[in-house]
C-alpha cells in the first residue's frame, strides 16, 4: 500500500483481541479517510501466534487478501508476557455461539513487524504516517530503540492505553496494554512524538450496551451478525466486573478520532509511566490539574461522545457488503 500525501496513512499495531477486531474493521471499512498500510502485531490479550493468526481471521471475515499483516515481538521488553483469556477466551477471539471467525486466507510476511515500521517510515515522506496502537507498545519501542532518528518520521502516535483518573483494569492502578510492558510505554511517551492517548477514562464511556449491540446484530451489514457474536463473548468478562450493561469498546476509539475528531474531547498534559515495582507499576500518572509543571507530552482523550461512536461503527460495518 502507497503512502497518499495529506490522508491518515496509518500502521495498526494490535493484540486482536475482540477491539482490536473492531479497530480494524472500522479502518478497513473507512478508506476516505484511512489508508492502512498494514498491520502488524503485538503479543497481549493472547500469545503472538494467536494474535497474529487473529489478525488474518479478521482480514479473512471481510475477504481482504491485500492488506499484509507482520508479526512482532512475542514478549515484552522487559519481563514476562501477561495475557488476557479471561477477557478474550483462549482462541483470543472467542465467540458467544462458539462458532469460529473464518480460518486465514492469507498469510503474514516473513519481513518482522519493526522492521517493516522502520522501512515504511524511511520510504515514506515525513511527517505522513500515524502510528496507531491498540496493544502493549512494545513493536513501537523496538523500533525506537533500534532507530530513533527513522521513528521520529512518523506523523504522532494515536494508542489506546492508560488512565488517567479511572482506575486500573489489570490491576488496581494500571491499564491492560501499559501494564503488560510499562517499560515500551515508558520510551514512548519520552519520545517526544506527538501522542494521542485513549485512555480508560474515555473508553469505559463507550459501553456496548444491548441496545447497541441488537443495532449491529440487526443492521444490514453482511458481518453484522459476525461482530455482534464476537462482541456478545467479549461482553462477558467485564459486565460481570463491572456491573455494567455491557463491556467497554476501548481500540476503536483510536481509528474513531482519526475519522471523525469532534467525537472526543481531547486535553494536553504531562503523562508519565510508573516503571517500579510495587502496587502502581505500569499507572499512566496524569498530571490533569498540571500541578508539576512539567512538559505536557500527551494529549489525552478526556471525553467522548458514545452515541456518535457506536453509530459510526455500525453504520460502517455495511462498507464490507459491496
Ligand atoms: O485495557 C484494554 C486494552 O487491553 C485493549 O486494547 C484490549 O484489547 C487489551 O489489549
Ligand atoms: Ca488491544
Redesign the pocket.
Known amino acids: 500500500m502507497e503512502v497518499k500525501l495529506g490522508a491518515n496513512n496509518i500502521i495498526l499495531d494490535c ?1 486482536p ?1 475482540h ?2 477486531a473492531l479497530a480494524i474493521l472500522l479502518a478497513l471499512s473507512s478508506p476516505k479517510e484511512i489508508n492502512c498500510l498494514g498491520i502488524t502485531t503485538s503479543a ?2 493472547v500469545p503472538l501466534e494467536l494474535t497474529t493468526k487473529n489478525a488474518l481471521r479478521v482480514l479473512a471475515l471481510i475477504k481482504n487478501n491485500n492488506i499484509e499483516v507482520y508479526k512482532g515481538c512475542p514478549k515484552p521488553l522487559i519481563g514476562e508476557l501477561v495475557t ?1 483469556e479471561n477477557v478474550h477466551g483462549e482462541s483470543g477471539l472467542d465467540t458467544g455461539s462458539g462458532t469460529s471467525l473464518p480460518e486465514p486466507i492469507s498469510n503474514y510476511e516473513d519481513k518482522h513487524a519493526v522492521n517493516f515500521i522502520l522501512d515504511t517510515l524511511k520510504e515514506s515522506p515525513i511527517n505522513e504516517i500515524t502510528l496507531v496502537a ?2 502493549p507498545l512494545t513493536n513501537l519501542a523496538a523500533a525506537f530503540s533500534i532507530d530513533p532518528k527513522t521513528f521520529r518520521r512518523a506523523k504522532r502516535i494515536v494508542l ?1 492505553g492508560g488512565a488517567g483518573f479511572e482506575p486500573g ?1 489489570i490491576t488496581p492502578a494500571a ?3 501499559i501494564y503488560v510492558d510499562p517499560f515500551a510505554a515508558k520510551s514512548i511517551f519520552e519520545s517526544e512524538l506527538e501522542i494521542f492517548m485513549f485512555g480508560l477514562d474515555v473508553t469505559h464511556k463507550m459501553i456496548i450496551t444491548s441496545r447497541r449491540l441488537s443495532a449491529i446484530k440487526n443492521s444490514s451489514s453482511l458481518v453484522g451478525p459476525a461482530v455482534a457474536d464476537l462482541l456478545t463473548f467479549f461482553n462477558v468478562y467485564d459486565t460481570k466486573k463491572y456491573g455494567w450493561d455491557g463491556a467497554p469498546l ?2 476503536p476509539c483510536t481509528i474513531a478520532w482519526l475519522i471523525s475528531p469532534d467525537i472526543f474531547k481531547v486535553k494536553k498534559m504531562s503523562v508519565e509511566i510508573e516503571t517500579n515495582n510495587g502496587p502502581a507499576y505500569g499507572r499512566t500518572i496524569a498530571d490533569w490539574f498540571n500541578v508539576t509543571s512539567k512538559k505536557k507530552n500527551i494529549n489525552v482523550a478526556v471525553n467522548g461522545n458514545s452515541d456518535r461512536f457506536f453509530e459510526l461503527i455500525t453504520e460502517r460495518l455495511n462498507f464490507f457488503d459491496e
Open positions: 493484540d483481541g477491539d482490536d497481549g490479550n488476557a491498540t496493544g489506546m483494569n491499564e491492560f496494554n476501548h481500540d
